[in-house]
């Protein structure tokens, strides 16, 4: 039985998140464009059917239940030897006809082409403390702001009013903040991704 | 007294936010630190903290900015006027120079928006290291 979490340098029960990371390190090293060693090519179709594999919550589940009956001698008994043997190759096959579908489409495409498709998926959150702490002053400056806003505008219109656009103005700088950390974000992954850090 | 300790005060976290922040970004020591000392360090923070740590050496130019930097070249350069007409004639106090102070802040802070529209790195040497 192929090991999909071994040729993905994981362990076995890795989350899908890790699944995910391991690949594009992995396929961005070996992609047959990029790569020119004789194995690379082979080693890339492997990468990409474990990936399939292990990215889909469903497949995961199927081959974990197979993984543990197969490696593991106390799951034993989920499966009898006969029913394991065929769902084994039947899915076996199916899971390796579909990742060399992928790996030869993936391949077909420049690396270039390929790295920018494969880093778009990376998801994004504002990690860094000091961009936080910005957002967190100028947002909580805005959310103050709020709970004065209903007396401003029982004092006078005028008030209220400058107040309500200090409040959007506000706002909008956070929106500005959490864009920039997200870009910066987005930047320093790709930039740790690709240099296989 | 209390000034030049407020001065000292400011001028230290106006250092620490330029050196350990702006530094890194495209905004560059320099300006960091112009921002912390006439726009207040939370000024200075939240302009610093606008600037991309990676820089686009590409980038796309920006009409809003420009048009914001104009705004505030014209708004502040007017209201400056008073204050300075003011501290001009010798009636000048520390509200007029508090708000001088600012409205330098503010036309520095619209020329940095118009040259950041024509996608100028201010941080050259920072940032070319980062992109090689």
């Not at chain 2, 030049?4 to 960091?32: D, E, M, P, T, Y």
């Not at chain 2, 010798?90 to 509200?95: L, Q, R, S, V, Y």
């Amino acid at each position: 039985m192929k090991d999909y979490y071994k040729i993905l340098e994981l362990e076995f029960g890795a989350d899908i998140l890790a699944v995910k990371k391991a690949y594009r390190r992995l396929a961005l090293k070996y992609h047959p464009d990029k790569n020119k060693e004789p194995n690379a090519a082979q080693k890339f179709i492997e990468i990409t059917e474990a990936y399939e594999v292990l990215r889909d919550p469903l497949k995961k589940s199927e081959y974990d239940r197979l993984y543990q009956a197969y490696f593991r001698t106390t799951a034993q008994d989920q499966y009898s030897e006969q029913s394991y043997e065929q769902t084994y190759k039947r899915k076996q096959q199916e899971w390796a006809d579909f990742g060399r579908e992928k790996a030869e489409e993936c391949s077909s495409i420049p690396f270039e082409e390929f790295a920018k498709r494969l880093l778009k998926e990376i998801s994004v959150g504002a990690s860094y403390i000091p961009n936080a702490i910005a957002i967190l002053f100028v947002g909580g400056g805005a959310i103050g702001m709020l709970t004065f806003l209903p007396n401003a505008f029982e004092d006078g219109g005028g008030l209220g009013l400058s107040l309500l656009l200090m409040i959007v103005g506000l706002g909008y700088l956070a929106y500005r903040l959490f864009l920039v950390a997200q870009a910066d974000y987005k930047e320093e992954r790709k930039r740790k991704i690709l240099n296989n850090k | 007294m209390e000034g030049l300790v407020l001065l000292v005060v400011f001028g230290g976290i106006a250092f620490a936010i330029a050196h350990f922040l702006g530094r890194k970004r495209q905004i560059g020591f320099g300006w960091s630190f112009f921002f912390c000392l006439f726009l207040s360090p939370i000024g200075g923070f939240i302009t610093t903290m606008l600037s991309r740590k990676y820089y686009d050496p590409n980038p796309e130019p920006s009409k809003s900015k420009k048009v914001w930097g104009w705004i505030l070249i014209v708004n502040f350069s007017l209201s400056a006027l008073g204050p300075l007409m003011r501290l001009g004639s010798g009636n000048g106090d520390a509200t007029a120079l508090n708000a001088l102070f600012m409205a330098i802040g503010f036309i520095g802070l619209g020329y940095y928006l118009i040259e950041l529209s024509k996608g100028k790195n201010f941080n050259t040497e920072a940032l070319t290291k980062t992109d090689e």
